[in-house]
């Protein structure tokens, strides 16, 4: 793993009851970038680089329930209170006190619960393609049931009973995750479902096999990433989306509390997570939740793998950002 990104060192670290797999490089302030699913440490590497060029100790969380960090059976070891106090740990195991943060993706709603639940960590909070927008008036599933109904919906797919979900993804790692990380314009093949009601199958086969890999994803970038998933296989991550409901629960006493560090949002505008919305749709939802929204950047091109598909705006936007907050 060192030979694909040169200079980063790998370790274990103990936070909130788990070992965790961290990779880091560079000295000088924290970095924390908690990636998100089906994800690794790795797709941070670009950014990786660029902090410890300006002066930063970047460091790359594996996330639990990802590689060779901790699995926990339970359910519920995946909620947003596990996740924030595995943050919040890795920050004080670290020997920092407080760091910068950020999330994509899981890592985003994973870094927004460090946020709300032990904002005394965070320098800064950055989160990129999921927004921290005002706590919902209902459960979130109870919201997807209405919208989608019998319709296939990934976030229902994954909480449904049995073990569906990555039964599926399991049986096929390479498979799925050469679908997932392709840029919004990548040419597809036809997908085999075309039916959109869920008892025609699962998610596999209603995405496309891709015609050509990325060209921002190496082939030994891509084996990496398949063998991580290989080894851990697909339920700890999809637990993640089986506590929707009971994050909404646990996130009601500071819902009304805004999150009080430097804040930034960031995602590429073809991300399908942010739903077309604008940079100024998306501050307006967010200032509800921040106390101290600096700035909202939509880069042109990118969907959801934006510091993959276009790291070097994501570094310059991230070393701007901390130099600010740092200043």
Do not use: C
């Not at 490089?25 to 924390?32: C, D, Q, S, T, Y």
């Amino acid at each position: 793993m060192t030979e694909l990104v040169p200079g980063v060192e790998f370790r274990f670290i103990e936070t909130n009851g788990i070992r965790m797999k961290i990779a880091e490089i560079g000295e000088g302030p924290l970095v924390v970038l908690a990636h998100g699913w089906p994800d690794s440490w790795l797709s941070w590497r670009h950014q990786m680089l660029a902090l410890a060029d300006e002066g930063y100790h970047a460091v790359a969380l594996q996330m639990r329930g990802y590689g060779e960090t901790d699995a926990p059976e339970a359910v519920e070891a995946y909620d947003i209170a596990h996740l924030a106090r595995d943050i919040a740990g890795a920050i004080d195991a670290l020997g920092d006190g407080r760091g910068h943060l950020v999330g994509h993706d899981w890592g985003s709603m994973a870094a927004a619960g460090a946020a709300m639940f032990h904002p005394e960590k965070l320098a800064s909070l950055t989160l990129m393609s999921v927004p921290l927008t005002p706590r919902s008036a209902v459960p979130p599933l109870s919201i997807f049931r209405e919208l989608f109904g019998d319709s296939f919906f990934y976030i229902l797919y994954h909480n449904e009973p049995d073990g569906i979900a990555e039964a599926e993804y399991d049986s096929d790692v390479r498979g799925v995750l050469s679908r997932f990380f392709l840029s919004p314009d990548a040419a597809r093949h036809d997908p085999e479902i075309s039916e959109p009601h869920r008892r025609a199958g699962g998610w596999i086969g209603r995405l496309g096999a891709p015609i050509e890999p990325p060209d921002w994803l190496s082939a030994a970038e891509f084996d990496e990433m398949v063998a991580m998933l290989e080894k851990s296989g697909f339920r700890g991550g999809i637990n993640y989306y089986r506590n929707f409901d009971r994050n909404w629960e646990l996130t009601e006493a500071v819902a009304s509390v805004k999150v009080p560090m430097p804040a930034m949002f960031l995602a590429g505008d073809q991300d399908v997570v942010i739903m077309g919305r604008t940079a100024d749709d998306l501050e307006e939802s967010m200032n509800e939740t921040m106390a101290d929204l600096r700035r909202v950047t939509l880069i042109p091109g990118p969907g959801h793998w934006v510091q993959q598909e276009n790291p070097g705006a994501v570094s310059e936007s991230l070393v701007s950002f901390f130099q600010e907050v740092d200043a």
